[in-house]
């Protein structure tokens, strides 16, 4: 079975936060999509449904940060109170800071088999859905290059994720998978 290579490179038009799941008061983003984000944007392409969990399996995914600039902002936040279907003169509300990156921009590299990988591609050329990364509101930008046949090689550096800790790196634990366990999901992480 041959193995086929996609590279494409996804542009923020804006803001964007990859939402650490860790806290309430404080909302910290990762500095790149992590991997069920990058999954999430392929299955939106191919118009799946929002649980179907099928593309996990299908790839080896790499993620190359181009560019990106951390910022903090404040903002105070209404909390709503019952079911928003009755007019409320007051709502507590409570301080919040987010985290959000400027801009960023990624090369992301996908391995697989021919077939899925022409799949994607001609997915990501048409969408069926229009494609964000983040929330909804983060529409980006992507240049799709060709699929290439490929092979593994050796290298001594590396411009792109690589999993453990090296020197000189910023570590991230980042969701890598979903896991369907009875009717909910747990998510399993990469270092």
Known sequence: MSTFGLKFRIDCLYFVTFRKPTST?????????????????????LGLPRDDLRVQDWFKIGIKPLKFEKNREMAKILKLKGTGMKYERTFPSSPMFKNFLIEPSYEVYLVGSEKKIKETYLAL???????????SDDLI?????????????????????AEGVHEG??????????????????????T
């Not at 930008?141 to 994720?161: A, F, G, Q, R, Y």
């Not at 790196?169 to 990469?190: A, L, Q, R, S, W």
Request: aromatic share 12%.
């Open 141 to 161: 930008d992507l240049k799709i290059w060709e699929p290439v046949k490929i092979e593994e090689v050796e290298t001594n550096e590396v411009w792109s994720v």
């Open 125 to 135: 050329l048409n969408p069926k859905r229009p494609l964000y990364l983040g929330s």
């Open 169 to 190: 790196c910023i570590v991230e634990k980042v969701p890598y998978k979903f896991v369907k366990v009875g009717k909910t999901f747990d998510v399993k992480y990469k």
């Open 25 to 45: 008061s404080l909302i910290l983003t990762y500095v790149i999509p992590p991997y069920t984000t990058i999954r999430g944007l392929i299955s939106n392409a």
